[in-house]
């Protein structure tokens, strides 16, 4: 807990999309969760969360940085929904509209 609150105090907003994605899937892999999804899977997924909090939902990304531990949050329990995606290709935004709402 000392450490989220640490990394939560200290932040610039000089992240890229890159270390967010980075950062997220951390998270996701934190304790050996998910040890069975690769993480060119989970970094490629996350990507595109992000891409369609950006794009389709029009998500500021300085506040995706700010709010990442509850955007990490919303991710993990997305994963497990079992509602299938409406495409492969990962987020709709109806898909994504949890994570902006919650934002």
Known sequence: ????????????????KTELVRWLDGELHHGGAFAGL???????????????L???????????VRKRHELADVAIRRIFDPRPAASEGGCEPADCRPIARRL
């Not at 807990?1 to 890229?16: H, K």
């Not at 950006?54 to 998500?59: D, M």
Request: no cysteine; charged share 20%.
């Open 54 to 64: 950006l794009t389709n939902r029009k998500a500021i990304f300085p506040i995706l």
């Open 38 to 52: 690769p993480k060119a899977q989970s970094q490629a997924w996350l990507l595109r969360v992000v891409d369609s």
């Open 1 to 16: 807990m000392i450490v989220r609150q640490l990394s939560f105090v200290a932040e610039g907003d000089d992240w890229g």
